[in-house]
């Protein structure tokens, strides 16, 4: 995904080309996925990884980026994930119309609650956990998945909860402390 979104900053010097060109992209990754990659059989391996799940997670990460170029930013508040979330399960009913809705909903619900500012959220902002819980997640998954093969939900949950104690550590005990040396700004 990168590399596209610095092939189209290279070639397109202007701000208005550069928004409808990500158009165009969700637009072609929208169509690839919901008319080739979602139930094409055939495994086309690029760089190690299954296309058709390059397509399918590309169309949100070009639908993040397009709301990005359109300033939906100003929308992204508690109260537009929370409408955003009633009409996601509402439109649940409706199959079809779900699985067309997703693609703009799921990026809008994820940057919506990570952007919104409710006093009852601000408790998580006294730690971060962010980046212990990128490095640690893949090598308790793959322990876990190891240890434990074929129980899914079961690994996922017991996963999060073990990379979330190796992330709570990680923060309180090596990653603040090595902030508190950093000099402060003048």
Do not use: C
Request: no cysteine; proline share 3%.
């Amino acid at each position: 995904m990168y590399i596209l979104v610095a092939v189209l900053g290279v070639l397109l010097n202007s701000a208005k080309l550069v928004k409808y060109s990500v158009l165009f992209v969700f637009l072609v990754f929208l169509l690839l996925t919901k008319f080739w990659a979602l139930d094409a059989k055939e495994v086309i391996v690029f760089y190690g990884m299954d296309l058709k799940t390059v397509i399918y997670t590309g169309v949100f990460f070009w639908a993040g980026a397009l709301m990005y170029h359109l300033k939906a930013w100003r929308y992204f508040t508690f109260e537009i994930f929370v409408l955003s979330l009633l009409v996601f399960l509402f439109s649940l009913q409706w199959g079809e119309v779900a699985s067309w809705l997703q693609y703009i909903l799921v990026p809008l619900l994820v940057l919506s609650f990570g952007f919104s500012s409710v006093k009852v959220l601000r408790f998580f902002n006294k730690a971060d956990y962010s980046y212990g819980l990128y490095i640690y997640a893949f090598p308790v998954q793959q322990f876990l998945v190891f240890v434990n093969p074929g129980h899914l939900y079961w690994n996922l949950f017991i996963g999060f909860a073990v990379t979330l104690v190796f992330a709570a550590l990680s923060w309180h005990w090596v990653e603040k402390p090595f902030l508190a040396m950093k000099p402060k700004r003048k």
